[in-house]
Nanobody, 123 residues
Framework: QVHVVESGGGLVQAGGSLRLSCTTS????????MGWFRQAPGKEREFVAA???????YYADSVKGRFAISRDNAKNTVSLQMNSLKPEDTAVYYC?????????????????WGQGTQVTVSS
């Protein structure tokens, strides 16, 4: 059975930082592409960042330069360091995993999803 579990959400003031973590089990983590997505109230879920099994990284334009995704294959963990947070970053953040494939790493084309963790940025 596959589990994807996020942690690290919370409330932070604008300009502050948070670090999200995601751990998976039941899969060969080092062979997986990993992604972070978010969904704000009344909006569709959107791509935030992804890291391939090869450690290539991808970012949404809205977070580029502020967020950084990384992975630790020894701990089956992917992290999202979020700096210079803005109120518009407020959302539920989801971690997702998929078997490595050529395309679609920035789309919803993932096999497994976590339950999400709330990030709230106050102005």
């Amino acid at each position: 059975q596959v589990h994807v579990v996020e942690s690290g959400g919370g409330l932070v003031q604008a300009g502050g930082s948070l670090r999200l973590s995601c751990t998976t089990s039941g899969r060969t983590f080092s062979s997986d592409d990993m992604g972070w997505f978010r969904q704000a109230p009344g909006k569709e879920r959107e791509f935030v960042a992804a890291i391939r099994w090869s450690s290539s990284t991808y970012y949404a334009d809205s977070v580029k330069g502020r967020f950084a995704i990384s992975r630790d294959n020894a701990k089956n963990t992917v992290s999202l360091q979020m700096n210079s947070l803005k109120p518009e970053d407020t959302a539920v953040y989801y971690c997702a995993a998929r078997s490595a494939r050529i395309s679609g790493v920035t789309t919803n084309n993932y096999d497994y999803w976590g339950q999400g963790t709330q990030v709230t940025v106050s102005s």
